[in-house]
């Protein structure tokens, strides 16, 4: 059961455009999305998170869209660079629950220069 | 900024052997959590724990046990390695459940033939 559901499975851009990540969830207790990106061989790193008394949250060229009735967020990458080429996972956590991260499948983005 | 090493970095083991994957960290976290990642896949979360001498089973915890002798330390034991372990394990930490900042390791790579 795939409570964290993401898409695509991979995505390519050209330089300069935005990105679109979608997820999606189930389970209401969810209360903190972090998204993490991963590059070959190395370990995932938080890139950025929201709790859902936000619908938005910016940093940078990254955004996250949430719309707590529909259970589904978006990550919008602006003006995406080469750099940003890697895998991009949406999670979830209960504060409930240990902080216990509900990974989803992953986004694979390339951005061609 | 949170350190969480993990050994081995990469590991050739037998089927049936047993296998011992560790993790240390250094900023007094109390949470502590094992994942594993399969090519192309998201994390999936195999032990954790919240406070020595204590593990708790995560959503994969068949074939796996856990130990966390302290604080910092926090092994996952493979008894009779298989060939579906192949997969690459990470060890995270986080401060509690109200801090939901989750810090990784490096990753151990594991082949099992």
């Given at each position: 059961?795939?409570?964290?559901?993401?898409?695509?499975?991979?995505?390519?851009?050209?330089?300069?455009?935005t990105?679109?990540?979608?997820?999606?969830?189930?389970?209401?207790?969810?209360?903190?999305?972090?998204?993490?990106?991963?590059?070959?061989r190395?370990?995932?790193?938080?890139?950025?998170?929201?709790?859902?008394?936000?619908?938005?949250?910016?940093?940078?060229?990254?955004?996250?869209?949430?719309?707590?009735?529909?259970?589904?967020l978006?990550?919008?990458?602006?003006?995406?660079?080469?750099?940003?080429?890697?895998?991009?996972?949406?999670?979830?956590?209960?504060?409930?629950?240990?902080?216990?991260?509900?990974?989803?499948?992953?986004?694979?983005?390339?951005?061609?220069? | 900024?949170?350190?969480?090493t993990?050994?081995?970095?990469s590991k050739v083991?037998?089927?049936?052997?047993?296998?011992?994957?560790?993790?240390h960290?250094?900023?007094?976290?109390?949470?502590?959590?094992?994942?594993?990642?399969?090519?192309?896949?998201?994390?999936?979360?195999?032990?954790?724990?919240?406070?020595?001498?204590?593990?708790?089973?995560?959503?994969?915890?068949?074939?796996?046990?856990?130990?966390?002798?302290?604080?910092?330390?926090?092994?996952?034991?493979?008894?009779?390695?298989?060939?579906?372990?192949?997969?690459?394990?990470?060890?995270?930490?986080?401060?509690?459940?109200?801090?939901?900042?989750?810090?990784?390791?490096?990753?151990?790579?594991?082949?099992?033939?």
């Amino acid at each position: 059961q795939q409570q964290v559901r993401q898409s695509p499975q991979s995505l390519t851009v050209w330089e300069g455009e935005t990105a679109i990540l979608n997820c999606s969830y189930e389970d209401s207790t969810f209360d903190y999305f972090p998204w993490y990106w991963q590059f070959p061989r190395e370990s995932p790193a938080l890139l950025i998170a929201i709790r859902p008394v936000s619908n938005k949250k910016e940093d940078g060229r990254f955004t996250i869209f949430f719309n707590k009735r529909e259970k589904k967020l978006s990550l919008h990458i602006t003006d995406s660079q080469p750099g940003d080429s890697a895998t991009y996972f949406c999670a979830a956590i209960a504060s409930s629950s240990f902080s216990k991260l509900v990974f989803g499948q992953g986004t694979s983005l390339s951005v061609v220069p | 900024e949170a350190a969480v090493t993990q050994s081995p970095r990469s590991k050739v083991a037998v089927t049936g052997g047993k296998v011992t994957l560790s993790c240390h960290q250094t900023n007094n976290h109390d949470y502590m959590y094992w994942y594993r990642q399969d090519t192309g896949h998201g994390l999936r979360l195999i032990h954790y724990s919240y406070v020595a001498d204590s593990t708790e089973k995560g959503d994969i915890p068949d074939g796996y046990k856990a130990s966390r002798p302290s604080q910092e330390n926090f092994s996952l034991i493979l008894e009779l390695a298989s060939l579906s372990q192949t997969a690459v394990y990470f060890c995270a930490s986080s401060e509690d459940s109200a801090n939901t900042e989750v810090f990784f390791g490096k990753g151990t790579r594991l082949t099992v033939v």
